[in-house]
């Protein structure tokens, strides 16, 4: 057994019981920080098929921006653990079920599929200069629109969480009116 | 390393998603689940691209970079990833605001 392959099964033991506790967590900081955990055993199965660039880009981006973003908003927001909604427990065994039935489906028509070897260590198609040529020769047009759709979401971010102002007008002039008439009367 | 263990690893993290889909109601834990699931995809999209890259090296190219369409395309599905989890946490944080509560029920129906 080489260090690859007992490198594999660990990562993949640490991915699938963090996913677990992702799920299975009452406290949502608690599913975050798994998912940020689950997120680094990815970055590690990449590092494995050498893909470096993919495992820098998704600690930065999946690790650094976005789970950090979840616990901001985590945050802002008071969640008491009594409050927190819970489906009732026939509805959660449905889920399980389903979710595991379709498990049971896909392992039982891939089970006789005839494997391939996909090679890891070796290889430097995922290195930064490969897939920099790459993505800067062909794909470049679709990298210029990634950008537009990054202006769009940053810019349908800002106007969805606006606050909205004419509700709390409407409502500081009813106050006015209402301290107005309380000081005439 | 044989694919079929890739596909069975991203499938088993994919349906751990699914699974958190359908059982929790706090909408940013099942937002969470449905990161998890691009990241499956993502992991087996690349250890197909890894694949096809060695079968590629049989075959004896001079300059073998068959294989790396995956690995962009990975790329792409995170930076549209990192667009889609500002507008829904912005929209989470919207019906955090409105209702006080994280309780997915409430997205039922979408109008007040």
Redesign the interface.
Request: net charge positive.
């Given at each position: 057994m080489s260090i690859?392959?007992i490198l594999?099964y660990a990562l993949?033991a640490v991915?699938?019981v963090s996913?677990?506790m992702?799920?299975t967590s009452k406290n949502?900081v608690y599913?975050?920080l798994w998912?940020i955990i689950?997120?680094f055993t990815?970055s590690g199965?990449?590092l494995l098929?050498?893909?470096q660039?993919?495992a820098i880009?998704?600690i930065i981006?999946?690790a650094g921006?976005?789970m950090v973003?979840?616990l901001y908003?985590?945050m802002?927001?008071d969640?008491r653990k009594e409050?927190?909604?819970?489906?009732n427990k026939w509805?959660?065994l449905?889920?399980?079920v389903?979710?595991?039935s379709?498990?049971l489906v896909?392992?039982a028509a891939?089970r006789n599929?005839d494997?391939?070897?996909?090679?890891?260590n070796t290889?430097n198609?995922?290195l930064i200069e490969?897939?920099g040529r790459?993505?800067f020769t062909e794909?470049v047009v679709?990298f210029e629109i990634?950008s537009i759709?990054?202006l769009?979401?940053?810019v349908?971010?800002?106007v969805?969480?606006k606050?909205e102002k004419t509700i709390r007008t409407t409502t500081n002039t009813l106050q006015q009116e209402k301290t107005a008439e309380a000081v005439t009367a | 390393m044989p694919i079929n263990y890739y596909i069975f690893l991203s499938l088993a993290l994919f349906i751990i998603g699914i699974i958190g889909v359908l059982t929790r109601r706090n909408v940013i834990i099942v937002f969470m689940c449905i990161e998890l699931m691009l990241n499956a995809v993502n992991l087996l999209l690349v250890a197909f691209s890894k694949m096809h890259h060695l079968a590629a090296a049989g075959a004896g190219n001079a300059v073998n970079n068959v294989g790396s369409e995956g690995q962009l395309f990975v790329f792409f599905i995170m930076v549209v990833a990192a667009a889609e989890v500002s507008v829904g946490l912005a929209i989470i944080v919207m019906l955090y605001r409105n209702t006080r509560s994280v309780d997915i029920n409430f997205l039922n129906r979408l109008k007040h």
């Open positions: 690859s392959e594999f993949s991915s699938l996913a677990l992702v799920i949502p599913s975050v998912l689950t997120f990815i199965h990449y098929l050498n893909a660039f993919l880009v998704n981006v999946y921006a976005i973003l979840f908003v985590l802002l927001m969640l409050s927190e909604p819970q489906k509805l959660k449905a889920g399980a389903a979710g595991g379709l498990l896909l392992v891939l599929a494997t391939r070897m996909a090679e890891i290889g198609i995922g490969n897939l790459v993505l794909y679709p990634a759709l990054f769009s979401a940053m349908g971010a800002v969805i969480g606050r | -």
